[in-house]
Structure formats: C-alpha cells, structure tokens
C-alpha cells in the first residue's frame, strides 16, 4: 500500500519472473513463444495494480532520453504554433517528450540553446524558421531552413512554385502595378520567397519599382506587421492595384491601412495573404492566400527526426513540400478608375 508496484512485485502476484512480464509489457520480440492466457493475465495485473514502468530503467537499458529539443523564434508565433501541433501529435502517439527554447531570433541563444538541450540528453533537435549558422552535432530537421548544413534535414515549401500561383493569378485578373512586402531578414524563408516573387515578376514582365516595395519591420506577430507600412506606401503612392503581402497576418492589417484611408478590398486594391492561417477564410473579406500545410510540416518534421535517430531512415538533405492557391474574396479585377476619398 503507497508503494509504486514494481515488476518484483508483479512477478510474485503472478508467480511469474520478471523477464517474463517485461517482455509481455514492451510486446518484446519472442512474445509470441508466451502463451496467450499467460499474456491477458499479466495485463490484467498491471491494470489492476496501475503499474508504470520506470522511465529511468527504460531510458538506461535503451541508453535513450526519449527527449527531442525544439528551437522556435516566439511561442506565440501563429507559424509556430501551426507547426507545433503537427510536431505534439506525432511525438505524443511514439511516447517521446520534448523540451522547447524560443530563441526570440537572437543569435547567442541560437547557438547557446542545442547545446543546453543536448546537455539535458536530447536525441534530436526540429529547429522552426530559425536561421542555423552552424550544424548541431544530433540529427536535426529544419522547418524552413534553406541552409545546406551537415547533418541537416531541410522541410522547406517549392517559394518559386507559390510565387507564381500568387502572381499568375493576379496577372490574369488584370493586375500590373503591384506592390510587394519584404520579409524580415530574420526569417528564414524570407529570402527564398523574395527572389523567387522578383524571379516570377521578371517573367511576366512586371515592373517592381522602389517605390511599391514595402519592408517589414519588427517582431510582432500580429496584424500590425502589415498596418503602418500600408499607410507609408499609402503616403508614397496610390498607383498600384494590387498588394502581395508577407502573410495573412500582414495582409489583414494591409486591408485595415487600406480601408483607413477610404478604399476598398478587392473594389479599389486586391489583397493576397500567405499561409492560409483558420481566420483567413473568416475574415471579411475572406483572404486569397497561399496555403501552407504547416500542420503536416510538423508531422513530417517529428517523422523525419524520429527515422533518423532510430536509424530507420537515411539522410535527406531536402524535402519539399507543394503550396496551393486558394482564391476568395481579397482579389478581383483592378477598377477601371481609381475610386477618389
């Protein structure tokens, strides 16, 4: 009574030794040769007696933590949390815990955090939109990492393919003056994606003036990313009829600068998100966005790491994962005139 019950004990209920038990309760290779009424009645035991196999004992037979780290940018990072969920469901379904550090993209604690975790005996590390300088010395895979790094496992979305989806689209409605957002320089797609958007623009012979380039700035994550510099380029020019934003976030507080300063969405400008997060399709008007599966990047990502270090799997250096179009209520036409406040 008050004791944990120990597979000793177990095996002296059942008159049993405690190999025996243990192979039952690991389904152990040679489980088999055990008869089966022998199997229900161990079972039956352990359920009875509410028995929990050390997780200490385990992880030192196995000479395994069943820890994996996780570096993200921000906790609160809609991004991240998407790919989190993908990430929980498969650890949680192969019994692995995992410890999570949010660098806030500061470069000591990107090169600090691996080895802090690897001192608190993680097996592998998934890393989510964090610019890796150098190669942690565990198996590790990159959510959006675009750096060939040894040992490195790279999930990174075909940008060149999203940038003509979002492009192409916008083109054939009629759009040829368009106004771009950059991403930050600390994202790691951010790059990727702005060639690739020049790359695309180029083919379709559109002009991307200066003047109809918007910079993101700052850490929020929030519809602010997109509000003040709508209004800047608001301030600059109105000759655009259409605006690409960084995400959906960015592109939710464009329409709101939009809409401040007396024009409509898509009637005046059309507005195009990236990520296709739930409220997207929420939003009035519901956002044409570039869709992402990121909770299936984070699925993919804890099976990738998961293969490697229990050496099923063999070393990829990429994976690339297809976007998709998805047209609402943001886009239409340009306006043959230019509606005045």
Known sequence: ?????????????????????SLVLNDAPGVKSIPQETRDR???AAKKFDYRPSFYARSLRGRRSFYVGVLVPELSDGYSAHVMDGIEEVLIEEGYFYLTASHRRKADLIEEYPRMLQDRSVEGFIVIDTLLEHAPTLPTVAVAGHRKLPGVTNITLDHHRAAELTLRHLFQLGHRRIAFMRGR?????SADRWKSLMAVAKELGLEVPQELVMQVEGGVSSPEL???????????????????????????GAIRALREQGLCVPEDVSVVGFDDFEYAAYHSPSLTTIRQPLHKMGNMAARLLLGRIRGQEGFEQEV??????????????????????
């Open 1 to 21: 009574m008050g004791r944990p019950v120990s597979l000793k004990i177990l095996g002296e209920y059942l008159d049993l030794s405690p190999a025996t038990i």
């Open 42 to 44: 161990v079972i039956a």
């Open 185 to 189: 320089a600390a994202s790691s797609d």
């Open 226 to 252: 997109g509000l003040p510099i709508t209004h800047n380029l608001l301030r600059r020019t109105r000759e655009f009829t259409a605006i690409v934003a960084f995400n959906d976030l960015a592109a939710i």
């Open 320 to 341: 690339a994962i297809v976007p998709e179009l998805v047209i609402r209520e943001s886009t239409a036409p340009p306006p043959t005139r230019r509606k005045k406040r």
